[in-house]
């Protein structure tokens, strides 16, 4: 070939490979379509997060299904160590506090809530308690994750369910997270899995 085709030859291949390098990730990150569960349904995410890894999962969960997204604060925020965290939330369940929160929205109109949290001493942070003896969740579906360094869900799916008989609480997801979510993806596969997303 000679030089002059050969170059254009070799620039319209690359075009091409960015072109559809392009569209591939057009398509990643296109978010799921919405089936029969959620289409018309109101929906929040709601999550509390210390070092973001929970956080990660809630945006991913709200990209995925769609509604609003709120982030649960405690009015006097955890200290930004590891051991004075680890300190407070130790005495907080010693104590059975309910470290007070941060006003949320009115969840009355809500169909489907997601709720997220951290697995702390093995069960829910302390404030999570405070959020749910505060919420009627009766008739709502209840969609829950968590985040955790080792502990899976500790004992948090059960106290859930027992903290809000009267709600559909469906098949919870728990992701390794110390220190950043290495998994992801295991958000939409779980989604798919209980039916939310197709
Ligand atoms: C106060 C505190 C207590 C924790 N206790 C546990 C525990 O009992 N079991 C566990 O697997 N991970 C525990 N972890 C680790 C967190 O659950 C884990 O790193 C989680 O992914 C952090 O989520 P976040 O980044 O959204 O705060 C604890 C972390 C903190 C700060």
Same mark, same amino acid.
């Given at each position: 070939m000679p030089n002059d085709s050969r170059r254009?030859?070799?620039m319209s291949i690359g @075009? +091409? %490979?960015? &072109? @559809?390098a392009s569209s591939a990730q057009t398509l990643a990150q296109a978010p799921s379509v919405r089936n029969l569960k959620t289409e018309g349904k109101r929906i929040i995410t709601i999550?509390? /997060?210390w070092a973001g890894s929970c956080r990660d999962v809630a945006h991913e969960v709200q990209r995925l299904i769609g509604g609003d997204l709120v982030? +649960?604060?405690t009015q006097v925020p955890y200290p930004a160590k590891y051991?004075?965290?680890v300190n407070r939330a130790k005495a907080e369940r010693k104590a059975n +506090?309910?470290?007070p929160l941060q006003p949320i929205p009115?969840? /009355?109109g809500y169909d489907i809530v997601c709720i997220g949290h951290p697995i702390w001493s093995g069960s829910m942070p302390m404030? &999570?308690? %405070?959020?749910?003896e505060s919420q009627d969740l009766s008739g709502k579906t209840l969609v829950h994750f968590n985040t955790h360094g080792g502990s899976g869900q500790g004992d948090s799916h059960r106290e859930i369910a027992r903290l809000e008989p009267k709600a559909q609480l469906l098949e919870g997801l728990a992701v390794y997270g110390w220190r950043g979510v290495r998994d992801l993806p295991s958000v939409e596969r779980w989604l798919k899995h209980i039916g939310l997303i197709s």
């Open positions: 254009m030859f070799l @075009c +091409l %490979g960015a &072109l @559809c999550y509390f /997060s982030e +649960l604060k051991e004075d965290t +506090l309910r470290p009115d969840l /009355s404030a &999570l308690y %405070g959020f749910f």
